[in-house]
């Protein structure tokens, strides 16, 4: 069984953000979903795999006060707070794999750009499905490969979505606000299709 743990932190201890697909210079697509889903900069936020991303960094220019992180890798969560300097101490970074994540509180967003779709056992999406169900008192924001994406990332098996089997996976507890389609242009200029999804908890549910 592999060690996913040791997987990703290797690939943040010999890899540059130069070196890896995921990297954007400027999260432009995330930040606008977050700041359309949030009414107030206290909003209680998560991103979830955010390891070394800049989202954190924008979030806290745009004056977001309720920040949390969270990476399996220990070394991506580091390079982000080295390069936050000072700021750094003005993020909750949490070092977990997602599928033994215990939050200690809800969130009014969850964000997770490519994360999701590296859950390819039903144990493993039941248990994310299991959490964002418990802990996320409004919007859920995810961006997955799509059917157009890759197949493998990292050299690990992803599972595409298109948005009908990604709202079959999570319409029991949330209503889809918007969804689009977007190529992500690698550091080495390859293209990614991404299926970008915004949901809303629906208030009857509780």
């Given amino acids: 069984m592999l060690d996913y743990k040791a997987h990703w932190e290797k ?14 210079a400027h999260p432009k697509s995330s930040l606008k979903l977050v700041q359309d889903a ?26 977001y006060t309720d920040i949390t992180v969270l990476d ?6 580091d390079r982000a707070a ?25 969130y009014a967003l969850w964000h997770d750009r490519a994360v999701f ?6 144990e493993d999406i039941q248990r994310y499905l299991d959490l964002v169900s418990h802990f996320v008192t409004g919007d859920l924001i995810l961006a997955t490969f799509s059917k157009d994406g890759p197949k493998r990332c990292s050299g ?36 990614q299709n991404f299926l970008f999804a915004r949901f809303k908890r629906r208030q009857s549910v509780r």
Avoid: M
């Fill in 11 to 24: 690939v943040y201890a010999t890899k540059t953000p130069e070196e890896v697909s995921w990297t954007q």
């Fill in 38 to 63: 949030t009414k107030s900069k206290e909003s209680s936020i998560i991103d979830i795999g955010g390891g070394d991303s800049v989202l954190a960094d924008c979030l806290l220019a745009d004056g």
């Fill in 72 to 77: 399996i890798s220990k070394h991506a969560l």
């Fill in 82 to 106: 080295r390069r936050l300097g000072e700021k750094a101490s003005l993020v909750n970074w949490i070092e977990s794999d997602i599928r033994d994540f215990s939050p200690k509180k809800s």
């Fill in 117 to 122: 779709h590296f859950l390819t056992e039903p």
């Fill in 156 to 191: 690990l098996d992803v599972h595409q979505y298109d948005i009908k089997s990604l709202c079959a996976l999570f319409n029991s507890v949330f209503d889809l606000v918007e969804s689009f389609t977007e190529d992500h242009i690698t550091p080495f200029d390859t293209k």
